[in-house]
């Protein structure tokens, strides 16, 4: 499955993940969509790239070690090879106005495969009061301030800690 995902990894991790969910959850029916939002956050809680750590979870999830291994192995080789043959014509080739072209309306879709699959995750993630405060105070933090991913994800975690023990004590 990760091996037909893989050449659409355009965009970087993130935007793979709608390709990720349609594969697991309506067609193959392996998670929930429910799930969604918790391996996504398990995958950028973790360092490297999402794509990489989300095909970790399912394969670890579903089919334990070697699962993961098969997972990660179907996830990247089929990348590497893509990047390695466009690495090469870009060199090659960069100076041709044609490429040049390609580049200017590559970006911008990119930017929106990102957009569109915030949004769908924002969907799951933002379901009441509190959720939307955590992300109106992150995104309003990562606006405005520089600061690090993984302190975010750390401040959120504390909050929902937090939140969820005085929630439990009324």
Not at 3 to 26: N, R
Not at 148 to 160: N, Q
Request: no cysteine.
């Amino acid at each position: 499955m990760f091996m037909k995902i893989s050449p659409f990894t355009f965009g970087g991790g993130i935007a793979i993940l709608p390709y990720i969910e349609s594969e697991i959850v309506k067609k193959r029916k392996w998670m929930k969509k429910e799930d969604i939002p918790n391996i996504v956050t398990v995958a950028q809680s973790s360092p490297g790239s999402v794509a990489i750590n989300t095909s970790i979870y399912i394969g670890y999830t579903l089919q334990g070690l070697a699962g993961a291994i098969s997972a990660v192995f179907g996830m990247i080789f089929p990348a590497a090879v893509i990047i390695i043959i466009l690495t090469y014509m870009y060199m090659t080739y960069q100076e041709l106005s044609l490429i040049q072209d390609a580049f200017k309306g590559i970006r911008p879709a990119i930017v929106g495969l990102i957009m569109f699959t915030a949004y769908k995750i924002g969907k799951k993630a933002i379901h009441d009061r509190f959720t939307m405060v955590v992300f109106l105070l992150a995104a309003g933090l990562l606006l405005t301030l520089a600061i690090s991913p993984f302190l975010m994800i750390i401040g959120g975690g504390l909050a929902g800690v937090i939140y969820q023990s005085i929630s439990n004590r009324r």
